[in-house]
């Protein structure tokens, strides 16, 4: 017996009950339409929380002098013969065709005050430039603008929360103090510009001051504490600190990856991925079980059908076989329905996104980052791949049982009930 003829022989099964088939199949396509809804939506805003991290963070691969993230010292900086070592790598083939751009900044730390309060702040020295190309910052400015020329007084952008804090608006003059080496430094700055990002820790406690104002302040013509390197692709990361690594050659720096230099995002994608991987595959098995009833329910109303079949001297294995093409068939009528409906509407909200506003107006945020409110449909390289897999897997599944059930049946069953 021919495949194509046991096809034909389960699908004309498969419609000899249309209103179960139909139904079974519809329930079947909702699950696969769920699946690839939640998934585009889920990578979507992990997607949009990476990107915002990294933007406000230090890139997605950042190279830091080595022990930086376990030691607090405002003097701990890259040393020129690395500073030049990653330029060296970063303009190499193989790193340049991965990487958007990089950007070198100095941290510090220190009080800023204004006539009215102080209060202790994160100093980051950034070249201007290069910075309104990949950081969040240029981009969320409520007010004024971000860094660049400014006159005689050194400009600062700080955000709104600080800003409320200290009581100053635009072009007001506040005092930075910071330590260079031993001795206490200070510096009249004048707010050039005010943002907001929706992250409190960010609004209230950092503000941004030129490269070159900083490494004056410190005393440090040149020094940098870190080189945040930006990609086209943030699955790139590991490959690139990989290429990173081996062109520094041992120098004395570290080079991490987004994850490693921002684990509690990490540890939430992973968290939310893994509740989203479990509230799918719930919904998947519930479809898998009705599948499973509807093949069951088809062979064992069956049973003298497939007695007849083994009196006439068809093998038990064929039967299997055809019970197995009629659970798999109707598996791949509710998958390809509902992957196409899943698509579609993938790709709608993928251009318009989902405004997350129709559920409550408050802004949010989770592991230090500010949540989107339109949140944009986005499914990683392999999603639909491996759903795919799986579904057939289950599809398989659920088809085991009736067709051993099936395959078992004596002839004797031909003659039964006459």
Not at 152 to 180: N, R, S, W
């Amino acid at each position: 017996m021919t495949a194509r003829l046991l096809l034909r022989m389960a699908w004309r099964n498969l419609w000899r009950h249309p209103r179960r088939t139909g139904l079974t199949a519809a329930v079947f396509a909702v699950g696969v339409f769920l699946l690839i809804f939640f998934l585009g939506l889920g990578d979507g805003m992990h997607e949009k929380m990476i990107d915002t991290g990294v933007r406000i963070g230090s890139g997605h691969v950042v190279v830091e002098p080595e022990g930086a993230r376990e030691k607090v010292a405002a003097n701990l900086v890259l040393t020129p013969d690395s500073v030049q070592a990653v330029q060296r790598v970063l303009a190499s083939a193989p790193v340049a065709r991965r990487i958007k751009g990089s950007a070198p900044r100095l941290l510090a730390s220190g009080l800023l005050s204004s006539a009215n309060n102080s209060t202790g702040v994160e100093v980051i020295g950034a070249d201007a430039a290069r910075e309104a190309n990949f950081s969040l910052l240029p981009a969320r400015m409520v007010e004024g603008r971000y860094l660049g020329p400014d006159g005689i007084t050194p400009p600062v952008v700080i955000g709104q929360a600080l800003a409320e804090k200290l009581k100053v608006g635009l072009d007001a003059k506040v005092v930075l103090m910071t330590q260079a080496g031993s001795e206490i430094e200070s510096q009249l700055l004048r707010v050039r510009g005010i943002f907001k990002t929706g992250m409190d820790d960010v609004d209230g406690h950092v503000i941004t001051v030129p490269l070159a104002d900083l490494q004056a302040l410190l005393s440090r013509p040149g020094a940098l504490s870190q080189e945040a390197i930006f990609l086209w692709r943030a699955d790139d990361a590991r490959r690139v600190r990989t290429l990173i690594e081996a062109g520094l050659q041992q120098r004395p720096v570290s080079v991490l990856t987004w994850r490693e230099a921002m684990p509690q995002l990490d540890q939430f994608i992973v968290v939310d991925d893994a509740g989203n991987y479990i509230f799918n595959g719930v919904v998947l098995i519930m479809v898998t079980l009705g599948v499973l009833n509807t093949v069951l329910m088809a062979v064992l109303e069956r049973r003298r059908e497939f007695g007849l079949l083994a009196a006439l001297g068809m093998r038990p294995y064929l039967v299997s076989l055809m019970v197995m093409a009629e659970a798999m068939l109707l598996t791949v009528l509710g998958a390809g329905v509902g992957l196409a409906a899943g698509l579609a509407v993938h790709r709608y909200f993928a251009v318009h996104g989902l405004n997350l506003a129709m559920v409550g107006n408050q802004s949010f945020s989770a592991a230090g980052v500010a949540i989107d409110m339109v949140v944009k449909s986005y499914l990683y390289p392999g999603r639909i791949r491996w759903s795919l897999l799986v579904i057939t897997a289950l599809g398989a599944l659920a088809a085991l049982y009736p067709a051993w059930r099936a395959a078992s049946t004596q002839p004797t069953e031909a003659t039964r009930g006459l």
